[in-house]
């Protein structure tokens, strides 16, 4: 099955600054990757995904970039804000029906 | 749209005893998924279902554990006896089709004493 690895497990940034989460997946049929973002005790929601026909996909403040080739993909927040602090998970998926979700990023904006 | 719904939304019982988690998906979506989130292990999927039907049970932690899917509005998670180590959030999520986004209810979470 597919295998998704997210790095770093932490991240602390001044506000202002971009941060940037990566993730790597084994399985080459994967084709949809979205991006939850989960606020301490609440529910994880989406905040945007990317599809294999698509190398680069952005709204407002968020991006994320897909390299198939590589097996990877990443998520770029510019001009962080407190309230973006959260974990932050990646996920993959084929055509199929499950998730395969990484481990999280718990993401700090100083302020 | 009221989103995916779950219920209860904190539930603490005692070691032994049989606990229900129940979860209402979003009307039309015909894919239901069951996960439990812990510090230590992470978002774990522990089986979904594809209209009604069980299709991948595999992250069953164990036979105390068993989810239902009686209709396309209602399932079931199931813990009978439960243990303090079940003690977690239980999110429920449905989505509308293979590679569709997937909305996550409120979680319910579970402490076992």
């Known amino acids: 099955g597919e295998n998704v690895e997210q790095h770093p497990s932490t991240l602390s940034v001044q506000e202002g600054d971009s941060a940037v989460i990566k993730c790597t997946y084994s399985?080459?049929?994967?084709?949809?990757f979205p991006w939850y973002k989960q606020e301490l005790g609440k529910r994880p929601q989406l905040i945007i995904d990317i599809r294999s026909n698509v190398g680069e996909k952005k709204d407002q403040r968020i991006a994320v970039t897909l390299n198939k080739t590589a097996k990877h993909f990443s998520l770029h927040i510019t001009e962080t804000q407190p309230e973006d602090s959260a974990v932050y998970f990646c996920?993959?998926?084929?055509?199929?029906?499950?998730?395969?979700f990484g481990t999280g990023t718990s993401l700090t904006v100083i302020p | 749209d009221a989103g995916v719904i779950q219920s209860p939304r904190h539930e603490v019982t005692e070691m032994g005893q049989e606990v229900t988690l129940r979860c209402k998906p979003i009307s039309g979506h015909d894919y239901l998924f069951w996960y439990r989130q812990t510090m230590m292990r992470g978002l774990e999927l522990l089986i979904y279902f594809n209209n009604n039907v069980p299709i991948d049970d595999s992250g069953m932690p164990e036979d105390r554990f068993s989810a239902k899917m009686p209709n396309a509005s209602f399932s079931t998670l199931k813990i009978q006896p439960s243990e303090p180590r079940d003690s977690a959030v239980y999110f429920c999520?449905?989505?509308?089709?293979?590679?569709?986004?997937?909305?996550f209810g409120p979680g319910t979470r579970l402490l076992v004493l």
């Open positions: 399985d080459s049929a994967s084709n949809y």
């Open positions: 999520a449905s989505r509308r089709m293979p590679g569709g986004t997937q909305y």
């Open positions: 996920a993959a998926s084929d055509t199929g029906n499950q998730f395969y």
